[in-house]
């Protein structure tokens, strides 16, 4: 099945620098990558997706890059502010309806 | 819509019990999950369905069963509770071509 790995597992910056969360995934059929944000003790959120058709998406401060042939994709957030602190997951899937395998996580801290 | 729901959110059962976790979602979405959450650790694939009256393992399933006998709801049954099942537990839904919509979580320890 596809294996899905993130880092870094933990990421401190200041408040206003960028952040950028990386992914890598190992079935070249995985066309649909979203992810999801985790306050403490609530349930994820979805964020950003993008699928394989497209290189990159922005929303706001949000954006993310996929490279198919590396087989990587990343999340980039900018001007980060403190209730940008959370746990960020990543994920690939490989149709609709199939599961989300999804990364071990990465815990940012957003310092004021 | 209320989304995806469950219950109940916090639960201590002791070694050996038994109890069924509730997830009902009311978007008509043919696929459902069920995901574990150890602390610190990913999100673990138990069980999921893509429609009524279909179901299939995922990578964590022993010591779980499931059912699905209609679209909406999707519940997760622990026999003979151990401490390893001690998590949060996630059940989820998707439409056709979007992302999960997650429910809020039930915390379960085993003591």
């Known amino acids: 099945g596809e294996n899905v790995e993130q880092h870094p597992s933990t990421l401190s910056v200041q408040e206003g620098d960028s952040a950028v969360i990386k992914c890598t995934y190992s079935d070249s059929a995985s066309n649909y990558f979203p992810w999801y944000k985790q306050e403490l003790g609530k349930r994820p959120q979805l964020i950003i997706d993008?699928?394989?058709?497209?290189g990159e998406k922005k929303d706001q401060r949000i954006a993310v890059t996929l490279n198919k042939t590396a087989k990587h994709f990343s999340l980039h957030i900018t001007e980060t502010q403190p209730e940008d602190s959370a746990v960020y997951f990543c994920a690939a899937s490989t149709g609709t309806g199939n599961q989300f395998y999804f990364g071990t996580g990465t815990s940012l801290t957003v310092i004021p | 819509n209320a989304g995806v729901t469950q219950t109940p959110k916090f639960r201590i059962l002791k070694i050996g019990q038994s109890m069924t976790l509730q997830c009902a979602q009311d978007?008509?979405?043919?696929?459902m999950y069920w995901y574990r959450q150890d602390p610190g650790m990913g999100l673990k694939l138990i069980y999921y369905?893509?429609?009524?009256?279909?179901?299939d393992k995922g990578e964590v399933p022993n010591g779980y069963n499931v059912s699905r006998s209609t679209t909406e709801d999707f519940p997760l049954r622990l026999e003979l509770a151990a401490p390893s099942q001690t998590s949060v537990y996630f059940c989820a839904s998707r439409g056709e071509a979007a992302g999960y919509t997650f429910g809020s979580g039930t915390r379960l320890t085993v003591v």
């Open positions: 978007m008509n979405h043919n696929y």
């Open positions: 369905s893509v429609g009524a009256g279909i179901t």
């Open positions: 993008i699928r394989s058709n497209v």
